[in-house]
């Protein structure tokens, strides 16, 4: 058959290039047969497969093609073809299959067809043409925009019940555009609108109530052109949170509005919350958010029992840790397993100031007030740092003494230098004093005491509190010397005190009753000085003596302000009470009334000898005499008598009295009766 004739191409009809995978049909209308996704071209190794069925069709009956013949691919009004194909044997029949390279479709519609060389020379009319829509460019930087109250606060029922507007941004906008949003367990897709108006989209309630209460839901959206292609969104989450109760944000009970002295947290911390709906049987947990680690806190669950303002203790150890910075307290609330967040509280929490009389000072033991005597401190003495607020393991301390020594030259001791406390420590810090040190310092200079402590743990000393300054006026004496045994005065002595004789102590003192213990040491002069001066006396030189049975305290003190004291212990002294004008027969009314006792006649020889050792009658009319004591009445009574003489007529005084009496009964003498004023030892 002669094919080439002008019959034959009359028949000759060629279909056009047939593209499997294409989406058909596209918009516009007529625009295009179909169009082409970038998931058959670009992602193709081999690029866009094209069919080719077997083209010689004649309108009465078929004809296959023939070995050798020849097909070849074009696009657009390019007159080089991109490809082609040579019929092979036993492809006679088969369709033919080529690739377009990447690279050759261009952005809108492309139009393909084909051209046959059959082996006889007849070269075919161009195939029917077939036109498809191809985008370069898919949609790219997208982008979610959500309102900023909703990334703040999430969707609760009364913000969805207004309902949330989204945006949508993305580059290579076309019409036909679909948008396709997913939010949590839902998806909802519309048509982009033509145009370049901004891309919006509302939701209420019932959308995200598909979505589902969830404080971290997936949200991303989806352009889909209409050849197929798409591209996503980075996700964003929301809080999505319709059955989330609404919360006030808590406050702290020790702070002033949003600012937390720290001291005023020193023994309690408190969260505060307001009374919310319904809060018997829900549950609570209040969060400090403040530094990593020990700077923050969350309490456990807690039941709430009652309807009203809830206060809740909260750890006050994270104080310490968040000094002079920033933390936001906030509490969830528990009900039947669903969630609800407060807002958070923002708060400042201040420094310490140094110096702060909210803590303790550092003292010396030994030292008295201000004045600190370094050469009377023990070898053991401890300086004592209390117990201060927030004290934990992890702090860091230093302890610095500074002075002047008495050479002139500075004094300088550190104890602490960024050391760690101890866990003996937690009660407060008692080092050991550097005595040895001290007592080479100035007498009258000035001691400095230095204490730092490091509440976040730095080693930076910059960053430590320093407590209240010490500072003692230092005393480098000699320590005084004194004997403070105890001292016994146990002779015989006899007190006329207060009694009215006439008589004057001759400064002998009898034996027993006096005593003088070297004084040596500290700055002189000394003085001394009795806590009872009707039990024991003490004069300028330090000279003690018994006055009244009893115990009393004599204290020797320098120039410098040391002392010393010693107890002394005094036994068997006698006061005499004298009476001028008794007569015998009153004589023993007068001693009970007096509270006395008669001075029996054995006693006689000691008492003189004690009263003619310590007293004298000079410059009186009245003289003793031990060899005045006689006894008289015998043979009806004991009378004991002494005599005392004038230089004229006697005078007989009455020392004692049993019963009975003579011829002198009714006359008025002077009398004398003893009197133990406390109870003899």
Not at 13 to 36: E, R
Not at 65 to 93: C, H, Q, S, Y
Not at 254 to 282: F, H, S
Not at 372 to 382: I, M, Y
Request: glycine share 8%; proline share 6%; with cysteine.
């Amino acid at each position: 058959m002669d094919i080439q004739s002008a019959v034959l191409n009359e028949l000759f009809v060629l279909f056009p290039v047939i593209i499997p995978g294409w989406f058909t049909p596209v918009k516009p209308p007529n625009i295009a047969h179909g169009g082409i996704p970038q998931s058959l071209y670009d992602g193709q190794s081999k690029g866009l497969e094209c069919l080719i069925d077997p083209w010689i069709e004649l309108r009465l009956q078929s004809w296959t093609m023939a070995v050798d013949d020849r097909v070849e691919l074009f696009i657009n009004d390019d007159p080089t073809p991109v490809t082609g194909a040579t019929v092979k044997p036993g492809e006679e029949a088969l369709r033919q299959r080529l690739y377009i390279p990447h690279g050759y479709l261009r952005q809108g519609v492309n139009r393909l067809y084909y051209k046959v060389y059959r082996v006889g020379g007849n070269t075919s009319e161009d195939s029917r043409d077939l036109l498809v829509l191809y985008h370069l460019r898919t949609p790219d930087n997208l982008d979610l925009v959500i309102p900023p109250d909703v990334i703040k606060d999430g969707v609760s029922a009364d913000r969805a019940a207004q309902g949330v507007e989204f945006g949508f941004n993305y580059n290579n906008r076309r019409p036909y555009d679909r948008i396709q949003l997913l939010m949590g367990d839902t998806q909802v897709t519309f048509d982009v609108p033509d145009g370049t108006a901004a891309i919006t989209h509302t939701l209420f309630t019932d959308t995200f109530r598909a979505a589902g209460n969830n404080p971290s839901a997936v949200i991303q959206f989806l352009v889909i052109d209409q050849l197929g292609n798409r591209s996503e969104s980075p996700e964003k989450r929301l809080d999505i949170h319709l059955d989330r109760l609404k919360l006030e944000k808590p406050s702290i009970k020790e702070a002033t509005n949003d600012v937390l002295d720290p001291l005023a947290a020193r023994n309690t911390l408190t969260a505060v919350i307001q009374a919310y709906t319904d809060m018997v049987g829900t549950d609570v947990k209040v969060t400090w958010s403040g530094t990593p680690g020990e700077g923050s806190h969350s309490t456990a669950w807690i039941r709430v029992t009652a309807q009203g303002t809830l206060e809740i203790s909260l750890l006050n150890t994270v104080v310490a840790h968040n000094l002079g910075g920033q933390v936001t307290v906030s509490y969830k609330v528990k009900r039947g397993g669903v969630e609800s967040d407060s807002d958070g509280f923002s708060m400042t929490v201040r420094n310490i100031s140094n110096q702060n009389p909210g803590l303790p000072t550092p003292a010396i033991d030994g030292a008295a007030g201000n004045e600190l005597n370094v050469t009377t401190l023990a070898d053991t003495a401890r300086t004592r740092i209390p117990k201060w607020p927030f004290i934990a393991l992890g702090q860091t301390l230093w302890l610095r003494y500074t002075g002047t020594k008495a050479d002139g030259n500075i004094f300088n001791h550190q104890t602490y230098e960024g050391d760690l406390i101890p866990a003996d420590g937690l009660n407060g810090m008692q080092p050991r004093t550097p005595v040895a040190e001290l007592a080479e310092l100035k007498n009258g200079s000035t001691l400095r005491v230095e204490f730092k402590v490091g509440f976040d743990g730095s080693v930076d000393e910059d960053k430590a509190v320093t407590f209240p300054l010490k500072i003692y006026t230092v005393k480098a004496v000699p320590k005084l010397e004194v004997d403070t045994t105890d001292l016994e005065l146990d002779g015989l002595n006899i007190s006329i005190k207060d009694s009215g004789l006439p008589w004057t102590e001759t400064g002998n003192d009898p034996v027993g009753t006096v005593a003088k213990r070297p004084v040596s040491g500290g700055v002189p002069p000394y003085t001394f000085s009795s806590s009872d001066k009707n039990i024991a006396s003490v004069d300028a030189q330090g000279t003690v003596r018994s006055v009244g049975n009893g115990e009393a305290t004599i204290t020797v003190r320098d120039s410098a302000g040391q002392s010393k004291t010693y107890r002394v212990v005094t036994d068997n002294i006698i006061n005499y009470i004298f009476k001028a004008d008794v007569s015998p027969s009153q004589f023993a009314e007068w001693v009970r009334s007096v509270g006395g006792t008669s001075i029996p006649y054995s006693s006689l020889i000691n008492h003189l000898s004690v009263l003619r050792l310590k007293y004298i009658a000079t410059g009186l009319p009245y003289t003793i005499y031990a060899t005045n004591i006689i006894r008289r009445y015998q043979g009806i009574a004991d009378i004991d008598v002494i005599m005392w003489t004038k230089p004229y007529p006697l005078e007989q005084w009455i020392w004692g009295l049993d019963s009975g009496y003579g011829a002198y009964d009714e006359e008025r003498l002077s009398s004398i009766c003893a009197k133990i004023v406390s109870p003899s030892t």
